[in-house]
């Protein structure tokens, strides 16, 4: 697989930070705007700004959330995330671990890294 340089690793994450306008808890874990089962959000969500060294590759930190706000109808499991624009989604993935949330209450969640692993 070819090298790609820090830098535009960096370029791609900073584009989700820059771009990112709300962070949704989902019941599965979307592919595509389409299927973004979203049971709560937080507006806006708080990524660092600059890119570093992750496990292997470039990441950046979402950081934790104290308040977001559970809009789904009754309670229900969520188990992933998802960072969207618009009706762009950006980013998705599995939440360290599901959470019963139910409508009308908050939800928290511990921070957690967006990684673009390094070509093997």
């Given at each position: 697989m070819?090298?790609i ?14 771009q ?8 599965t ?9 979203s049971?709560?959000t937080k ?6 700004d ?10 950046v ?6 308040d977001?706000s559970?809009?789904c ?6 188990d992933s995330?998802?960072l969207?624009?618009g ?8 939440l360290?671990?599901?959470?019963s ?20």
């Amino acid at each position: 697989m070819p090298l790609i340089s820090d830098v535009a690793l960096d370029l791609a994450l900073d584009y989700i930070n820059d771009q990112a306008t709300i962070l949704h808890i989902c019941t599965t874990e979307p592919t595509v705007y389409g299927t973004l089962n979203s049971c709560g959000t937080k507006t806006p969500p708080v990524i660092s700004d600059t890119p570093e060294n992750g496990t292997s590759g470039r990441k950046v930190v979402v950081s934790a959330i104290e308040d977001g706000s559970v809009i789904c109808t009754g309670t229900v499991t969520a188990d992933s995330w998802a960072l969207v624009s618009g009706t762009a989604l950006l980013a998705a993935g599995q939440l360290s671990a599901s959470q019963s949330v139910t409508n009308g209450n908050t939800f928290t969640l511990a921070s957690f890294d967006i990684q673009i692993s390094d070509a093997t």
